[in-house]
């Protein structure tokens, strides 16, 4: 390969796909300590298009910033002990994963144990992750628990509900198109999947649940649909918040924190991955990469575009209802 072809944008902008430029460039050299990865499928993820407007918790470095913070590819060439050619990779930390060919520090790769298909490996970094963090991270679950979640059609939601099914947990699942998406989240392994605005919605989801209340919930959205989780829960269950799709702020009646002793936390698997030991951040992508291998672990896909189409991809991503994840490839495996 002569060139290397990349996504680029020179300004932030609230619509990504006005400041998007496919560019081209020579191709990258690692030096030592690197790992040139050839890059095989990147997904389009909310913290990519916040990233690029310029709101996300990692700031792009302008007037040439490259997109993309997820992504999986196939070492081409090795400067660094561990890694060699052929091996197949994601990347855990940096950006410009919209990119044929990227230099990456070899301490910010992850090797894969087994063969993923490329499209599904590229999604392993952010949703997998935080969802298993959310079923790990904060409460000692046990089979028969039951957990409950908003935005459970999301790439995150429909993650928990397969790993909250291996581990024996129960879900409950608030959607805003329930009709539409029972058949198929239940076919992932939920439970009960609730509309979100339906009529006393807690009081009916609980009479379900035969006397128990969840113990932990999942918050994505914030506002309203928040205080709904928090209803829910049993005295001294945790919520906890990965995302704000409502962008309200979450509030909190006294009465939760006095007399059910209800436990607020958050999540971010980027300061995870940055602070947590290797062994575990190892131990963790060994357990979903072969949950994916073995198709225990599958996320949905809308489209596949090729990477020369980005601005319209990323157009495509920011439609409120797809049936999955948008994907730029790069190269063939």
């Known amino acids: 390969m002569s060139e290397n072809h990349y996504a680029e944008f020179s300004e932030c902008g ?5 400041v998007l430029a496919y560019v ?10 690197e790992v040139l990865v050839r890059m095989m499928a990147a997904p389009i993820n909310p913290a990519d298009i916040n990233f690029i407007q310029g709101v996300y918790g990692v700031k792009p470095v302008l007037p040439h910033s490259r997109a993309g913070l997820e992504g999986c590819g196939v070492v081409e060439e090795s400067r660094a002990g561990g890694f060699r050619k052929g091996d197949q990779v994601i990347l855990l930390r940096g950006v410009g994963s919209w990119s044929e060919l990227v230099a990456v520090p070899a301490v910010n790769l992850m090797k894969l144990p087994v063969a993923v298909d490329p499209v599904q490996a590229a999604m392993l970094k952010v949703n997998p992750l935080t969802a298993l963090r959310m079923l790990e991270g904060f ?7 039951w957990i409950v979640q908003n935005a459970a059609n999301s790439g995150v939601g429909r993650c928990i509900i397969q790993l909250a099914r291996q581990m024996g947990v129960r ?20 439970d009960l999947v609730v509309g979100e605005n339906d009529e006393d919605v807690v009081k009916s989801t609980l009479a379900l649940l035969d006397g128990k209340r969840p113990v932990l ?4 959205v914030g506002g309203e649909s928040a205080l709904r989780l928090m209803d829910m829960l049993a005295p001294g269950g945790s919520m906890v918040t990965y995302g704000a799709m409502s962008r ?20 971010w698997v980027t300061q995870w991955l940055k602070h947590a030991p290797a062994q575990d951040i190892a131990a963790a992508y060994d357990k979903l990469a072969r949950l994916m291998a073995e198709g225990s672990l599958v996320q949905a896909v809308d489209t596949v575009f090729p990477l020369s189409e980005v601005r319209r991809a990323v157009e495509k991503a920011q439609e409120e209802f797809r049936n999955g994840k948008i994907v730029l490839k790069m190269n063939e495996a």
């Not at 609230?14 to 006005?18: F, H, L, R, S």
């Not at 081209?24 to 300590?33: D, H, I």
């Not at 879900?171 to 939920?190: K, M, Q, Y």
């Not at 309200?248 to 999540?267: A, Q, T």
């Open 14 to 18: 609230m619509k990504p796909q006005d």
């Open 248 to 267: 309200k702020s979450i509030k909190v009646p006294n009465g939760f924190l006095i007399f059910k002793g209800i436990r607020l936390e958050g999540l």
């Open 171 to 190: 879900t409950v699942n608030f959607v805003r198109r329930p009709d539409e998406l029972r058949e198929e989240l239940t076919a992932l392994g939920a």
């Open 24 to 33: 081209s460039g020579p191709v990258p050299v690692p030096a030592e300590g």
């Open 139 to 145: 409460v000692s679950l046990k089979p028969g628990d």
């Open 217 to 220: 919930a999942s918050n994505a």
